[in-house]
């Protein structure tokens, strides 16, 4: 059993940062960061394997957003940097404990996933 609990979101202007934090307790394979903005699909922003480090974006956040996990502390991080008001949206992390597909376009690869944190960026 996996548990997961985000935070770090918050109101921001546009052109500015926040980092997101997710605490995971459990044996974890892979984890990844998405997204829910009011009537739009949910949308995979990052996602990373514990064991390699390797990580994906999707262009939509690629060279503005990262993705990190503190093994030490099984702690998954999202940095946003240059944020944008189209990037406003509920952020959940999600995780899966066994080997298998972990791709941002599936959620349902992730069987555990966090209550979210909101994130408003304001032009």
């Known amino acids: 059993q996996v548990q997961l609990e985000e935070s770090g979101g918050g109101s921001v202007q546009a052109g500015g940062s926040l980092r997101l934090s997710c605490q995971a307790s459990g044996v974890i394979f892979c984890m990844s960061w998405f997204r829910h903005a009011p009537g739009a699909e949910r949308e995979g922003v990052a996602n990373?394997?514990?064991?390699?480090?390797?990580?994906y974006l999707p262009d939509s956040v690629k060279g503005r957003f990262a993705i990190s996990l503190d093994k030490a502390t099984n702690t998954l991080y999202l940095q946003m940097n240059s944020l944008k008001p189209e990037d406003t949206a509920m952020y959940y992390c999600?995780?899966?404990?066994?080997?298998?597909?972990?791709?941002?376009?599936?959620?349902?690869?992730?069987?555990?996933w966090g209550q979210g944190t909101q994130v408003t960026v304001s032009s």
């Open positions: 990373i394997y514990r064991g390699s480090e390797i990580t």
């Open positions: 999600a995780a899966r404990s066994f080997v298998g597909s972990c791709n941002i376009n599936s959620p349902g690869d992730y069987p555990y």
